[in-house]
Structure formats: C-alpha cells, structure tokens
C-alpha cells in the first residue's frame, strides 16, 4: 500500500495535471519573488514585462511581499520626468533557512539569509556514540546559530544525507532513525513549528546550485558530486531527474573507491580543521582525476547534451577549478568529433555546495516558482 | 520550421461559436487561449489513454474543475476528436456518459528520408497505420522523394481511403547532418540536402502544417506517445539504422538537451577486443552489419534481406550480435548510472526478430553479470517505422497532446 503513493504523485507530474486559479496565484507570488531576487533591483514595470503578468497583479503581489518584508523597496532612479519610478530588492534578512548536512563521520549545520549567504556555521565529526550526543549537538548548536534570529523569519529546516542513509529511515519507518543515529523526531522536537524538508547529498546540492549558483543561468546542467564516492545527476526544468530508482544510490564509479577522491577529500577536511589554505594541487592528481572523468564527460555531453557540466562536493575549491579546466582543454583535444562540448566549471558553491544546498530545500519548496506548486497537495507553505 | 501560430486545425461546427474562449467572433477556426488550451490537452490524453472515462473521473484525474471539464470536453466533442457513448447503468440513477476517443477525428502523415529508404504512413488519432508506402531507394535526392510523396499521397486518397480534409499535418523524420555527414557510397549531389528547405519541400503535395525532426527523436517521441512509454514514464530510445541514433524522454517530455543534440549515442566511445577506441555506431548499426557481410562476399540490398540469410550469412549475424549486446551493455551500464531511465527501448531498421534476440541477448548478459546496473532492455512498440509513424505523431503532439515545451512556448 505504501508503495502506491510515490507512482500516483509520479504519474501526476509525468501526465502534466490541470491546475487552478488558487494555486497559480501562490505560483505567480513565486515567480515575482524569484525574478526580485535574480534580477533585482528592478521596477514592477520591468516585473511586468518579465513574468507577462498584468499590472494589477503584479501591484498586488509586490504589495504582499513588501508588507511581509521578503521584499523592499530602494532607490528611486531620478533623471526622467515625472515621478521616479521605485525600484525593489530582495530582503536579504526577509528569511532564513537552516541547513543540516549528516555525513558519514561529521555534521555540519549553517544559517543562511535569503540570498543564500552563509550568516552562522558549525561542524562536528559524528560521534561513534549512541545518537543522543548527535541530538545534543544538535540542540545546542541550533539553539546557538539561531540566537538573535526571529524564529518567524526562519522558513525551514533543510536536513541533507546520502542516498544510503535515506533508505535506512524508510525501512525503519517506526522510529524515524537511521544509521547514524539522527532521531529525526527528535529533530522536531528541538526545532519546532518548523517545516523540515529531508532529502538526498545530491538533490541538496543541486537545489541550492539552482538557486544560488551557476545553475541559475543555466536551462540544463549535469552536476557531479564529487566525494570519496562521486554520484551525478540531470538537472531540467529547475529540478533534479531523480531517475526510475530515485533511494538506489548510483555511483558514477561503481567498481571502486578513487585514490585521487579520497586524497581530495582528505585536504579539504584537514585545511578546514586547520583554518588554513589547502596545498595547490599537484599535477599526478589531475592527471589522475581526468583520466577518469573524462570519458564520463565524453558520454555525458552525447547522451545528453547539456548547457554545462557542474563540480561541486567536498574538495577544495582551488582543486575543483583546476580540474574543471583541464577537463575543457581534454575534452576538446580528445573528442573533437562529438556533436555537443558542455562547459566543465566549478559549482559556485563549491565545497559548501550540499550544505547550503541543505539550507535551500526549504527556500525551493517554499518560495521558488517550482512546477508542484501548480499541483494539489504541495505544501504552500502559508 | 513550426507554424507560428497554434490553431487547432479543425473547423468547428457550423454556428456553435466557442463560448469559453475570450474571441467574441465566432471564427472559422477554434482558436484556443493558453490555459483552455492546455487543460484541453491534459483532458484530451486522459482521455486518449483511458479509453473510457466520465466526466467526474476526468475532474478527479486532472484536478480541474467540473465545469471546466464539461466545457473541455464539449469542445473537444465539436471538433470531432472525441465522441460520447452510454454506459450501461449499473446503479441507481441515471447512467453517466462515457467519453471515448474517435479514431477518425484526424489522421496525420509521416515521412522518413534516410540514406537507405524512403516510407511514409498514415496514421488515424489512435495511432493505427491506415497507409503505408515505401521505397528502398539508395541515397534518394530531393526531387526523386519530392515525387515519391506526392504519388505516395495520391495513394493514401485512392488506396487507404483517407479523407485528406482531416490530415492535421505533415511530419518529417530525417538524420542529423544528412547531406554533410560524410559516408560509404554517398554522391557528391546529396549533399543538395544540407541546403534545402525540407519543410517547403513538399508544398506542391501538402500546404497544411509541416514539422521536421532527427529521426531518433521522432521514433522516441511516437514511442512516448503511443507505444511502451505509457508504461515507462523515462526512457531511451536506441534507432539502429543505417547508422545508431538516440532519443531521451523524460517524465513523458523529450529532452532535446542544450542545442538540440542530446542522443548522440552513436557518438559515445567503446573499445573494441582489440583495444581501439571507436564511436559506436562503428561498431554496432546496420551500415556495421552489412560491410561485414560484404567482407565474408554477402550482399545486402534491403534490411530484410537479413532474414532470409544462408548457413553462413546467420553465422556472421550470430557473431555480430553478440559483440554488439557486449557494446551495447557497456553503453547502458553508464546510462543507468548517468540518469537512471525506467527503460532502454530498441528500434530501427534492424529486422524485428534481431532486434528482440539484441534485446535478450542484452538483458541476459546483465543477469550473467548479477550487477546492480541492471536496467530494463526491449524492442520498441514501434520499431520498424518508428521514425515515419514518430513523425506522423509529431502533429497530434503540437496541436493535441500535453506537453512542457509547449507550455513553454507562450
């Protein structure tokens, strides 16, 4: 019986569902708060001719969306006649969302504002102790970052983990735990009359790179993820493809764990325990790491042909820029003949990008002009 | 290419100007809005795909409102597309309409250029072939298909008995870069086709609504529409032809990619035994097929020469499609690891029974192999013609079926 429900929610996106007026106006009200924030500061005229919405509507949302400060209302352009027109801006202390990203031996936890920056962070390597220390770090950070912050202005909590950990919550549905040992109940508890939104590393990251990153700009991308396991994922029409297995975790090398990952991954831990700069990256590594990715690149630029190809996850940044680079010169040098070269580029958040990603589901379900929330039964969030 | 306005292309009843719609006039066309013209779609494929459905079951399928779908379907009823029949009443109470789909509310024409052949079909809106006419012409110039298809649509008037007053549109299913790619045996004069308005071509035959698209994608599309991708929400299409093409459908809607060149799968690099590095459809398409043959001195003039092969002509085929189930594997495990798709769908202008003995042979490997990898392999609902009935669809998609990219549009 439980299994039903995903394949009917499925079949309702796949089928396109009709929609109605109630919803298409909280739509609207997302679509004008996301063209303020991408584009701003902007006129409502400028907004009219953006979204095609009339006037009228696009008056009365503004209005909605000043008095509950996600927006305000800036300098005023002088030089024409008549009265300046008013320009609007995205309120970047309008809302916060927290992000939690459970990994397989730390947690991290971060506050951003709305426009994604990080405002407070914290990091823990996870306890081999039972989970009520991970609660415990849980609640004590939370209750720290979260200090001075009105508790209204924070839409959500964001909760990251890998694939693997996800499954485990399901079977065990009764308790809510899992292998870590996060209570997820007890999560509410400690953060109370918050919706929590759980999802996978790789939904995360890639919600939070459509919202905050390149992929923004982008109409397609392909994200790697890259970890000591990197996974990958196509990302259209703003969301993430989650794929006919959407809790099979499918790695992009499946046979084996990679030298060069764990090393990567390796740096950029100790660096950030170190406050310090990670070393450049020597070159047996990049040598190492393109012979790998590149014929998946080769593959995933003809099967797919996207408007670029994303590197984000836990490696240094310095790291995933050069490798980004090298992989653009290879790719064209190795497969000139293919139809369709993407643009290999770092993800814009980088290392940080399935943290912040974590602090985004809230913001994406809640405020972004996302296709479910054309559909019944999407939590509009009032 | 595409017509630049949406207008349905069926006229409407005589007098019953459409109420619902924001034109005052009553037009000679029915000429639908943005929503109304989505709604119609979305109730137009339950519809289509349900079979049988009452009004009150469409408004919970849908999650539109009751009066908006007794307006929908009355217009759809006007134009003709669909037709109401009783339902024998089982209750109390008055029995409810069922609404059912009318198979001859339109028909729509496919054509597939490719090096090897020319076909073109007819469909009705059910997705049966009501004509077919085909030629197996080597390297077909635009004036010899020019008059291929204008004999052709005389015969689907005289032979099918199609009323070409309904046709909806002319879909067009080709290969990418035809006339530049270069190939075995290829004239120096086909490369006429990389300069010639495709979609004009055929004006002195047809001037209603003309559509071109790369043959893999008009197979995959036909196959989302009207074949297994009902089951399979996401799925690949692989088109072996004269050369391997691909299509991509996701949730239902093709992924055309960036420029439109997503499904290069015959681009995509395997080793072969001997550790060369080679594109696949080196290895594994029909042209691969047939130069081995003709390197063991077996000729093949058509794809079914194929079935009709001697001791040794099988044996060669034998080998050949158990390399190509070992490439093929390899192509998919990635596949599966890149998207994840519910299916890989096999089609084309390999005979049918090689095609499901490739499919087989490919799914039995995957057992052998006990990987996690595993993923769905079949011939296609539509394999042989799928490019011709694929482009013969493409009508009904632009002007009937649901879709994003045509939300999209406006």
């Known amino acids: 019986m439980t299994n039903s429900q995903p394949q009917i929610a499925r079949r309702l996106k796949a089928s396109l569902s009709g929609t109605n007026l109630e919803l298409t106006g909280d739509y609207n ?20 001719e953006l979204t095609g919405l009339a006037k009228p509507t696009i008056a009365g949302i503004v209005k909605r969306l000043v008095r509950s400060e996600l927006v305000s209302e800036t300098g005023r352009i002088y030089g024409g006649r008549g009265q300046p027109a008013v320009h609007l801006e995205a309120n970047p202390e309008g809302c916060y969302s927290i992000g939690l990203h459970v990994d397989e031996d730390q947690l991290s936890l971060i506050v951003v504002d709305a426009l994604g920056h990080p405002v407070r962070r914290s990091t823990t390597r996870l306890p081999s102790s039972p989970r009520t220390r991970v609660n415990e770090f849980f609640q004590h950070q939370f209750v720290d970052l979260t200090m001075g912050i009105h508790r209204e202005r924070i839409i959500g909590l964001g909760v990251a983990m890998s694939d693997n950990m996800l499954s485990g919550r399901n079977s065990d549905a009764g308790t809510a735990t899992n292998a870590v040992g996060i209570d997820l109940m007890a999560l509410s508890e400690i953060a109370r009359d918050m919706p929590i939104y759980i999802d996978s590393d790789l939904a995360a990251a890639t919600a939070g790179e459509l919202l905050f990153g390149v992929g923004a700009t982008l109409q397609t991308f392909y994200f790697i993820l890259l970890d000591v396991r990197p996974v990958g994922g196509l990302v259209m029409h703003q969301a993430l493809f989650r794929g006919a297995h959407p809790s099979h975790k499918r790695f992009l090398f499946p046979d084996a764990e990679l030298a060069w990952c764990r090393k990567a991954v390796a740096m950029e831990r100790e660096a950030r325990r170190g406050h310090q700069a990670p070393p450049d990256a020597d070159e047996s590594w990049v040598e190492a790491a393109c012979n790998d990715l590149l014929p998946l690149v080769i593959s995933i630029n003809c099967l797919l042909n ?14 995933l820029d050069v490798l980004a680079e090298r992989c653009n010169e290879l790719l064209l040098e190795r497969a000139p003949q293919i139809p369709s070269h993407a ?11 399935t943290l912040v990603g974590a602090a985004s ?18 939590d509009h969030g009032n | 290419m595409k017509p630049s306005r949406n207008r349905f292309p069926f006229r409407s009843q005589p007098g019953a100007a459409d109420e619902d719609g924001p034109s005052k006039s009553p037009s000679l066309y029915l000429t639908l809005d943005i929503d109304a013209n989505h709604n119609q779609r979305v109730v137009f494929q339950e519809i289509r795909t349900r079979k049988r459905v009452t009004r009150s079951e469409l408004a919970n399928i849908t999650g ?6 007794v307006n929908v379907s009355r217009q759809l009823l006007q134009a003709g597309l669909i037709v109401e029949a009783e339902r024998a009443t089982l209750g109390r109470g008055q029995p409810a309409w069922v609404l059912e789909l009318n198979p001859d509310g339109a028909y729509s024409v496919g054509l597939n250029i490719d090096r090897d052949h020319l076909t073109l079909v007819a469909l009705d809106l059910s997705g049966r ?5 085909s030629a197996e012409i080597g390297f077909a110039l635009p004036d010899e298909t020019k008059s291929f298809v204008a004999d052709a649509w005389q015969s689907l008037a005289t032979r099918s008995k199609i009323p070409l007053s309904r046709v909806a549109g002319l879909g067009i299913a080709m290969p990418d870069d035809l006339g530049t790619l270069a190939f075995p045996g290829k004239p120096p004069a086909y490369s006429a086709w990389a300069h010639i308005d495709v979609a004009g071509l055929f004006r002195s035959t047809y001037q209603g609504p003309t559509f071109v698209e790369n043959d893999a994608v008009a197979a995959a599309i036909g196959e989302s529409q009207f074949g297994h991708g009902l089951d399979s929400p996401s799925f690949v299409y692989i088109l072996i032809s004269v050369l391997l093409g691909g299509g991509i459908v996701i949730n239902r809607n093709y992924f055309r990619g960036e420029n439109g060149r997503s499904g290069e799968i015959g681009f995509m690099q395997v080793k072969t035994p001997a550790g060369v590095t080679c594109s696949l459809q080196d290895v594994v398409s029909l042209g691969a097929l047939s130069e081995r043959l003709k390197s063991d001195g077996i000729m093949i003039a058509r794809p079914d020469d194929l ?16 390399e190509a189930c070992g490439y093929l594997t390899s192509i998919f495990a990635q596949i599966r690891q890149f998207i994840d798709p519910d299916a890989i769908m096999l089609g084309g202008r390999l005979p049918e029974h090689l095609l499901d003995r490739l499919a087989t042979l490919c799914q039995q490997r995957q057992e052998d192999a006990r990987s996690a990898q595993w993923i769905d392999v079949r011939r296609a609902k539509l394999s042989s013609d799928a490019p011709a009935i694929g482009a013969a669809i493409l009508p009904f998609q632009n002007f009937l079926l649901p879709s994003l990219e045509m939300l999209e549009r406006f």
């Open chain 1, 343 to 353: 643009g290999i580029q770092a993800a814009r958040l980088g290392a940080d990008v």
């Open chain 2, 129 to 133: 072939i009501r004509g077919r006419v």
């Open chain 1, 306 to 319: 996207p408007g670029g190809l994303l590197l984000g996850g836990r490696f240094p940044q310095e790291w």
């Open chain 2, 307 to 322: 079935t009709h092969l001697d001791g040794s002509g099988a044996m060669v085929v034998d080998e050949w499609l158990e």
């Open chain 1, 361 to 378: 589901l809230p913001m994406r379900a809640r405020l972004s002009p996302i296709g479910e929330a054309l559909l019944k039964g999407h």
């Open chain 2, 64 to 69: 539109l409102t009751k009066p908006t779908i």
């Open chain 1, 29 to 48: 009200q997302r679509l004008v708060y996301q063209a303020i924030r991408t584009r701003g500061p902007i006129t409502r005229n400028a907004l009219t």
